[in-house]
């Protein structure tokens, strides 16, 4: 099997370019991630943080179904080391994802935008809502574009430069709450994460660009007929993934109380802090995934060291978090701090995929459609399933519940894949 090597250092291999800046900047990243969490919901009542938090599920939620397949190829064709053998450079197929995913993106915005427009017209009840929603919308394609090229830089352990394009969207938050008059409407609130979306696309392809640079004229080379084979073949496994991530807060969304939808997007977003310094530790071994032209053959035992200091450090890194759940929760105060059980098994979430992480690296090289398809549509239905069923009596603790389901399932799947290859 391929090896699934991480980059070293992330955007220098220069002595001045040191782990203390990095961490440095994973701090900062963690903190905007928490202060704009506070300062919403300490801006917005319960109930209009929970309305708000649902335009969040609008952008990303659709955001990850568009882009599925596209990530998928890209992070096999990134961590395989395909660049060599295809003669396709992993910047020149970023940008024609990159295109296809916009387009995508905005056909779908142009399609809803139209459907507003009559909803507007013909249910002028809804008006209110439909101004909340409207930027969340809009949002769609520079969310799209900024997660596919946050993804690759994933695949490539370029994940500094995910935390620097979360700056924006975090900032834009920060932003409205201070900026933001005394009767300020939710919708003002809407249109600041349009902005900061924006921002952090144009951020992140910045990034992208320095990380996977492109010869002049490379650009604009139409994609191969092949790739787009390729991709489609990987369609449903892309929207399963989606459905695995997104599905407990779409049924959370849609049947629970906007007061549940706000608890647990509070206890979601503290989670996620997780996956800002987890990644950082290379789990997967040595530095040439970038440099390298050929994946080297890592023997089992590697994979097995790979796994084990995966799940050493992902358990000393939950441990600490779990023991300052309660003074973490307080800091947002009623009704959030009364959600240790849900904010408890979402770090269990982030602590399932740090300890899988390896062995699902190797099994985007590999490649066994067949038994990816099991792993990931399993996850989803569990999910969805277990959400759904335990929603109306339990609300926020069943989608995280069924959150953490899924992704045992999947990771333990992907373990038992890497793991049954032969010697």
């Not at 197929?93 to 905005?106: D, G, K, N, T, Y």
């Not at 394609?141 to 620097?164: D, W």
């Not at 290379?282 to 200091?309: D, F, I, K, Y």
């Not at 099994?363 to 990931?376: D, K, L, P």
Request: charged content about 10%; hydrophobic content about 55%; glycine content about 8%.
């Amino acid at each position: 099997m391929a090896e699934t090597a991480a980059a070293g250092s992330e955007f220098s291999t220069t002595p001045a370019h040191s782990w203390i800046g990095e961490l440095l900047l994973r701090v900062l990243g963690a903190v905007f991630q928490i202060l704009a969490t506070w300062a919403l919901v300490h801006a917005l009542t319960p109930e209009e943080a929970g309305i708000y938090f649902r335009g969040f599920v609008i952008a990303l939620g659709l955001s990850t179904l568009l882009r599925g397949k596209y990530e998928i190829y890209m992070a096999q064709h990134i961590i395989g080391r395909r660049a060599a053998t295809t003669g396709i450079p992993n910047g020149v197929l970023l940008m024609q994802l990159a295109r296809r995913v916009l387009l995508r993106s905005s056909l779908l915005c142009a399609v809803l935008l139209v459907v507003t427009a009559d909803l507007d017209i013909q249910a002028p009840q809804l008006q209110t809502t439909l101004q909340t929603y409207l930027p969340f919308v809009l949002a769609v394609p520079g969310v799209s574009l900024s997660s596919l090229l946050g993804e690759a830089l994933r695949a490539a352990n370029r994940t500094l430069g995910i935390v620097m394009a979360a700056y924006a969207v975090n900032l834009s938050m920060l932003l409205a709450v201070l900026l933001a008059p005394p009767d300020a409407s939710l919708s003002f609130y809407s249109w600041a994460f349009l902005l900061g979306s924006l921002v952090s696309a144009g951020l992140a392809a910045a990034l992208a660009r320095r990380a996977f640079p492109v010869a002049p004229g490379e650009g604009s080379v139409p994609i191969r007929r092949e790739a787009l084979q390729g991709m489609d073949s990987r369609e449903l496994i892309g929207i399963a993934r989606g459905v695995l991530l997104w599905g407990p807060l779409c049924v959370l969304a849609v049947w629970a109380p906007p007061i549940q939808m706000a608890q647990y997007a509070v206890a979601v977003r503290t989670a996620l802090i997780v996956d800002i310094f987890l990644p950082a530790l290379n789990l997967t071994g040595c530095r040439e995934t970038l440099s390298a032209t050929q994946p080297v053959l890592a023997p089992r035992r590697l994979l097995l060291r790979q796994l084990a200091v995966a799940l050493v450090y992902s358990s000393a890194f939950m441990v600490p978090l779990l023991v300052l759940a309660p003074a973490t929760l307080a800091l947002y105060g009623k009704p959030y701090d009364s959600q240790l059980t849900v904010y408890g098994l979402l770090l269990g979430v982030q602590w399932a995929n740090g300890v899988g992480r390896p062995a699902v690296r190797h099994a985007v090289v590999e490649w066994n459609a067949r038994r990816i398809g099991v792993a990931v549509g399993a996850g989803a239905l569990a999910v969805v399933l277990i959400c759904a069923l335990g929603v109306t009596a339990y609300g926020a603790l069943a989608a995280a519940a069924a959150s953490l389901i899924g992704a045992v399932i999947f990771n333990g799947r992907a373990i038992g894949m890497a793991l049954s290859r032969p010697a």
